[in-house]
């Protein structure tokens, strides 16, 4: 009995010297030491519940789109933020991807691509009709390759669903560009009311074809806009802009870039159109739920 009451005894002293510890962790470090970044821990997409995810990858993309019925991976972010971004996916327990989307062959979208295909399982890929003469993106060819996986070329209008989440293809338009941003595969995402405008780093160019093949059929009016190329003023006219209509706008972008992103003349714009402003760089990853009303902040 003696010998019970004293297991007993040290059985609660070590749970009191655990507890403590994670009290003091979370002192010491923020909430970040017990749930990870972003401070939310995992849980299943339950409900008829859509999650969207700005993942924070410093200077560059990513984002996650989950469903009860799988998830779709939109841009992978840096070479250099490839081991946060597994660790991210990892801590929402994904294990394969229904679709990931590599929106064009810049380095800041597609470092992580080759992690991604050697990691999780992935069914089906994206991409535009670009090559690019970089380690990165044969990085990338190479593991699609050996993964086997469906390639889907972009095009317009091209549509695609995970469960009851519709996924369209808005762009590029065309064939032939100078500057490879206008490649990005724009893709808008739909669920019950909430749309969610994904638009890489497509620049003015891409945004006049847009707005002149989508703009009276009201194709371009979203909820959310991911912030064309980091906020910068390459992107985000003002008449694409008033098209979409958004009302957050998630700006992707690493804290002190040497690109000086997001530019104060873009952020004077959205504030200008009362758009509620999302930082990566001020704010961490970024999380919208929606059960197909109006999306709300996480
Ligand atoms: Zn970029």
């Known amino acids: 009995m003696a010998r019970r009451r004293r297991k007993n005894k040290v059985k609660g002293v070590v749970t009191a010297v655990l507890v403590l510890a994670a009290i003091i962790a979370a002192l010491f470090f923020g909430k970040d030491a017990l749930f990870g970044e972003g401070g939310h821990v995992s849980d299943p997409v339950s409900g008829g519940e859509v999650q969207f995810h700005f993942i924070d990858v410093g200077q560059g993309d990513a984002a996650l789109i989950r469903t009860e019925k799988g998830d779709i991976l939109i841009d992978a972010g840096t070479n250099s933020s490839e081991e946060e971004l597994q660790a991210y996916l990892d801590r929402l327990g994904v294990k394969e991807l229904e679709y990931a989307v590599f929106t064009h062959p810049h380095e800041d979208h597609i470092g992580g691509a080759d992690m991604i295909l050697n990691t999780y399982a992935v069914k089906r890929v994206v991409l535009p009709d670009k090559e690019h003469d970089s ?27 995970v469960g009851e989440l519709t996924c369209t293809i808005l762009a590029p338009i065309s064939t032939a560009y100078t500057e490879l941003n206008n490649y990005s595969v724009v893709i808008r995402a739909d669920y019950g009311d909430t749309s969610v405008l994904f638009t890489g780093d497509a620049e003015v160019d891409s945004e006049a074809e847009m707005l002149e093949r989508y703009r009276f059929k009201g194709t371009l009016d979203c909820d959310i806009l991911k912030a064309g190329h980091h906020g910068s003023d390459t992107s985000s006219s003002q008449a694409f802009l008033d098209a ?29 159109m009362k758009l509620e402003i ?6 961490g990853s970024i999380v919208f739920t929606t059960t197909g009303g109006e999306p709300t902040r996480k």
Not at 245 to 255: D, L, N, Q
Not at 258 to 268: G, S, V
């Open 278 to 283: 999302h930082r990566t760089d001020k704010e």
């Open 244 to 272: 979409v209509t958004p009302v957050h706008a998630v700006i992707s972008v690493g804290e002190g870039n040497t690109y000086d992103h997001p530019k104060q003349e873009i952020l004077a714009r959205y504030e200008a």
């Open 135 to 161: 380690k990165t993106f044969e990085r990338m060819m190479d593991a699609i390759e050996a993964e086997k996986c469906e390639v889907i070329m972009a095009t317009p209008d091209k549509t695609f669903k």
